[in-house]
């Protein structure tokens, strides 16, 4: 994690919004692309705006570009409404996600051609661009045309070239989505690094869950429309706010039952797949009797052939599917009324004795304070 | 698998071979004898030119050619006016059907996709009727009691009719409706393979959109302006029916000169040497347009 998110400026509500979205709507016809949203970012974050494709995230991206205006609502930069600006008075760049790199222009020339159209001097320009090629190491590559250019040294043309004018914000429209991952995991952190030492805000658009966690000062999580949840990735992972959020980030397993009030440990469940009732700590405010679910992630439940020494959250089952990866693995454990939860373990020992197979009967358990309890 | 290999070898031949066959029947053959007319000397009979071979007592023939065709189109200021109007006409109507060819298939390639097919078409459409039908459809429009002077004098733009059949303007609008098509679908096929995010990253950068237009769309659409000018140039310097039924008595195209000497003069030899020179002039631009079009597609 970088160190902004360390300082969260979300939680101090005396902060100043750099980015105001407010009840902004986008209309194409009948069909309502983005749906009275309102949002706030933070100056230097690295926001990511996350969701499956048709969530609206671009929409919202091509908005602050200025490529689309919003039908109601406004979109404050810096305090300053920026609306109805066209995009090329807009001091917001963004990097797209086919490049758009001018084929007909060496890499110099389109990185230096934002700064062409500021009418800078000359000289100014020249350094801007020795600049920009030094920070994304291409400047044995100034005079290639982008189709002399590798996928990943074309994704850094287009970086080069939409920092160049130093903006206010960069857009990023899935910047790594057309390169192979490990060069997509090498990318995700020099950018963190390149936006840690510009101090540029960023906003970034992606469908890949992984990528958002790992670049992000705070995640956007948008469906159709809206945002269903906006928080740091911890706090989208280990609280999310409904059973959507909880499955789109990670793997997550559901248990199904009925609430039962408190006691001294948590919340109660009274699990129709557990068939007993489960405990969680975190407090929950429902009617007796309401439908509740606890959500709880694959690495939090234990799984073992002997009983556990503990009285509470310990469901039986019968191995159905492992999967090996190498670091860790998947079970897949079939509960006696045919539900399948999973659970998953890092392999520390290379040796393969006391090993868990197929059929057999293990125990899985979970402490209290891993579930997460959810209404909806 | 030799048998194979040779087997295969004559069918590449063969499919390479039709169309060199049909360059050499129907274009090179005809052009040599277009070339021999050309230094023959007109004489009074079927065919009106002398043979360049002329049969003597020897085993050999005797060449007779005569440059007398080409040294009369050089001294006679007629032909090299005719071909200076022709280059002048052709030019002005490539640049006018340039603006309105790009204007157009720019739209269209900026339409919704469902549209672009019904567009095209319309822009093909007007191939199915005969172009000489076309070309004389014009007069009717054109004529001093035509439909465009009815319509500007109903609608009182115009009290008196204007005059435009049998003048230079009527040959440009002739030529430019004519070779339009053939302005609009190379540029089409450009500019609808053009990345309209860039106009966008341009926008973003700070270009405004007219500069845009002649930093980024103008150079890129490049191979299509200069492929649809060719083609649209190469024919119009060699047009015959158009000045011939539209223009006036003033309008000099080499087209016409060289149907007169023709037809008219049956000066087979003059006439040929016209073609020669015309093909001459027009072998520049052919083969530089050969070039671009290879290097457009290496």
Redo the contacts between chains.
């Keep these: 994690m970088t160190e902004i998110s360390t300082i969260e400026p979300w939680t101090d509500s005396s902060q100043k919004a750099y980015i105001e979205i407010k009840n902004v709507t986008k209309k194409f016809g009948d069909f309502t692309a983005i749906d009275n949203l309102s949002l706030k970012i933070y100056k230097n974050e690295f926001f990511s705006l996350l969701g499956p494709s048709g969530c609206g995230k671009t929409t919202l991206l091509r908005m602050l570009a200025g490529f689309e205006k919003p039908t109601e609502g406004t979109i404050l930069l810096d305090g300053e409404d920026i609306s109805q600006v066209p995009p090329h008075l807009r001091p917001i760049n963004m990097m797209f996600q086919s490049y758009a790199l001018f084929p007909h222009m060496s890499v110099e020339k389109n990185i230096a051609f934002g700064l062409k159209q500021d009418k800078l001097p000359s000289k100014e320009i020249k350094d801007r661009v020795e600049e920009m090629l030094e920070l994304v190491q291409l400047t044995e590559f100034a005079k290639r045309k982008p189709n002399q250019l590798s996928g990943g040294q074309r994704q850094r043309v287009a970086l080069g070239r939409s920092l160049a004018k130093r903006p206010k914000l960069l857009l990023l429209d899935e910047p790594l989505g057309a390169l192979d991952k490990r060069l997509r995991e090498q990318t995700q952190f020099e950018l963190m690094n390149i936006q840690e030492k510009l101090g540029v805000t960023f906003v970034i658009v992606t469908h890949d869950q992984e990528e958002a966690m790992t670049v992000s000062s705070r995640i956007g999580l948008m469906d159709t429309g809206y945002l269903t949840q906006v928080a740091t990735p911890t706090e989208i992972y280990e609280a999310p706010v409904n059973r959507d959020v909880a499955d789109f980030i990670g793997d997550v397993n559901f248990l199904e039952g009925t609430y039962k009030g408190k006691n001294e440990i948590g919340t109660q469940l009274d699990s129709v797949d557990a068939k007993c009732v489960v405990y969680a700590t975190q407090a929950t405010a429902a009617d007796i009797g309401r439908k509740l679910w606890f959500a709880i992630r694959p690495e939090k439940l234990e799984i073992s052939k002997k009983k556990p020494d503990f009285e509470h959250n310990i469901i039986k089952g019968k191995i159905e599917d492992i999967s090996y990866t190498g670091s860790m693995s998947t079970f897949h454990v079939k509960l006696a009324n045919g539900k399948v939860l999973t659970a998953c373990r890092a392999n520390r020992e290379r040796s393969a004795e006391h090993q868990l197979t197929w059929e057999d009967e293990v125990y899985l358990h979970w402490p209290p304070n891993s579930a997460i309890v959810l209404q909806s | 698998m030799r048998k194979i290999k040779g087997f295969r070898n004559i069918g590449r031949t063969a499919v390479i071979g039709i169309p060199y066959l049909w360059l050499l029947v129907l274009f090179l053959l005809p052009f040599l004898i277009v070339l021999k007319i050309s230094f023959a000397e007109p004489i009074i009979s079927i065919p009106p030119y002398s043979d360049l071979l002329q049969w003597g007592d020897s085993f050999w023939p005797t060449i007779k050619a005569s440059l007398d065709g080409y040294l009369f189109i050089l001294e006679d200021s007629l032909y090299v006016n005719a071909y200076l109007s022709s280059l002048k006409i052709a030019t002005i109507s490539t640049l006018i059907a340039l603006v309105v060819g790009y204007a157009i298939a720019y739209s269209i390639a900026k339409a919704p996709t469902r549209w672009r097919g019904i567009l095209l078409m319309l822009v093909i459409l007007p191939f199915w009727t005969s172009f000489l039908i076309r070309v004389y459809a014009w007069i009717g429009i054109l004529k001093t009691e035509g439909l465009l002077n009815l319509l500007l004098i109903s609608l009182g733009v115009i009290d008196k009719p204007l005059t435009i059949m049998n003048t230079d303007l009527a040959v440009y609008i002739g030529i430019v409706y004519s070779y339009l098509p053939f302005m609009i679908l190379p540029l089409y096929a450009n500019l609808e393979k053009m ?1 309209f ?2 106009l ?10 007219f ?1 845009t237009f002649w930093t ?1 769309t103008i ?2 659409s490049l191979p299509g302006i200069l492929a649809g000018c060719f083609l649209v140039f190469i024919p119009a310097v060699g047009e015959f029916v158009i000045p011939d039924l539209l223009g006036g008595t003033q309008t000099l195209m080499i087209g016409k000169v060289l149907w007169i000497e023709f037809f008219n003069n049956r000066d087979w030899p003059l006439a040929s040497a016209v073609a020669i020179i015309l093909l001459a002039i027009l072998v520049v631009p052919i083969m530089y347009y050969q070039k671009t079009q290879e290097k457009a597609i290496s």
């Design positions: 990345d995010n860039l966008e990253a341009a926008a973003d950068l700070g270009c405004r959109p500069k980024v150079p890129l």
